[in-house]
């Protein structure tokens, strides 16, 4: 653009994202704590590959933690989990199309096939675990 | 119902005078309970301030031009009824996320190069001649792509969406959903020209599903949807066997 150009092109006010943005709509907010709940999630995690690495002497030298406080952050996680993966199953629902015999399936049927899904899979990894501490 | 009046709170900004949009009250007459935002801003313009600038066109919410924040969503001032405030003030600003021309008016080069960009158009490999008839479609055909067919380019979903408004690098809730409407269509065939701008990290996968810009989409197309099907699809051509088809 030249300068004559610049001098007569008309001067905009640029858009600027107030820091407050989320506070403005209360969708807004919960998008962020929904965002924001995958931090504690990831410090579990990172906990439970230190547990890992601390099993490693065998189990005459592993005691798990076992205090209130932690009982009660794996408690908060798993809710933190739950929702995550509810929020997540039920937008399959909404993202799967698939066709059967040239019409679509419901996406209620996706969603309760999702949840099956994790269902039967919660019980063969719960199965698993049990099965391998006896 | 004659002497009822509301009042209308907007924005007002004159690049050669104002350092900053700035709000300008104007109380008028509410004498129609059909009276739409759109309606006062014209009584404005008529009656009181002709200088007030915005864009309108058809009143009818199928133009797509009248958009603006009505007291802080994103709405078509032609369907945001008056009725549905009063007797509170309504605030009218331009579009968040958006460069403010004057008063109401906001830029859309932007919006408008993202939408040239997915090229929202019909794409064959070979045309086909107009001798060779009408190229015919199924209900079921037309029934995969109708819903995202709708949108008017009103750009309510992208003042809605908190990821253009932090990154306006994001290609965006409305163009997403337009490709994917033409990716959809039996009759295109132009998947693989669009695939680097949709597939791209400003494209779908910037997206972090807020899901606003379905909220307040006037048509119910449904941008996330669309914008969450294209990040399966995207993933089910890299990863499946011949998925990297046309």
Redesign the interface.
């Known amino acids: 653009m030249t300068t004559e150009a610049q001098a007569a092109a008309p001067r905009e006010h640029p858009w600027r994202m107030p820091a407050n943005w989320w506070t403005r709509n209360r969708r807004y907010f919960l998008y962020v704590v929904r965002e924001f709940t995958v931090v504690p999630i990831a410090a579990w995690l990172l906990w439970m590959l230190l547990e890992i690495k601390r099993a490693d002497g065998g189990p005459a030298h592993y005691y798990p933690p076992s205090s209130t406080a932690f009982v009660v952050f794996s408690v908060i996680v798993l809710l933190f989990s739950l929702y995550h993966s509810f929020t997540f199953l039920s937008l399959a629902g909404v993202i799967i199309h698939v066709k059967v015999l040239d019409r679509p399936v419901p996406s209620r049927l996706i969603v309760l096939s999702q949840f099956a899904l994790w269902a039967v899979a919660s019980v063969v990894v719960g199965f698993v675990l049990i099965w391998f501490a006896r | 119902m004659a002497d009822k009046r509301i009042t209308i709170q907007t924005t007002r ?1 004159d ?2 005078k104002d350092e ?2 700035r709000l300008q009250s104007y109380e008028i007459p509410f004498y129609d309970d059909s009276m739409v935002v759109l309606d006062a801003l014209n009584y404005i313009k008529s009656n009181v301030d002709g200088s007030l600038s915005y864009r309108w066109s058809c009143r009818m919410g199928i133009c797509g031009s009248c958009g603006m924040m009505v007291n ?1 969503t994103p709405k078509l001032s032609c369907s945001a009824f008056l009725r549905d405030y009063w007797p509170r003030p309504i605030v009218v600003e331009p579009l ?7 008063d109401l008016v906001i ?1 859309m080069d932007d919006f408008m190069q993202k939408l040239k960009s997915i090229r929202p158009w019909i794409i064959r490999k070979q045309e086909i001649p107009l001798g060779a008839g009408a190229h015919y479609q199924t209900n ?1 055909q037309i ?1 995969d792509f109708r819903q995202f067919s709708e949108c008017i380019n009103c750009m309510l979903c992208y003042a809605a969406c ?1 990821v253009y ?2 990154n ?1 690098e994001f290609l965006g809730p409305a163009a997403i959903a337009l490709a994917r409407r033409y990716n959809l269509d039996s009759r295109d065939q132009g998947l693989k020209q669009r695939l680097p701008v949709i597939a791209d990290n400003e494209g779908v996968w910037e997206c ?5 810009c379905s ?1 307040v989409c006037p048509k119910g197309v449904d941008p ?2 669309a914008i ?2 294209t ?2 699809d995207t993933t089910m051509r890299f990863i499946l066997p011949y998925g990297n088809r046309d």
């Open positions: 900004y690049p050669d900053k949009p802080g968040n996320n958006f460069p403010v021309i004057r830029d079921e029934d908190p408004g932090l306006n972090s599903f807020v899901g606003e909220v996330a949807k969450q099907q990040k399966l």
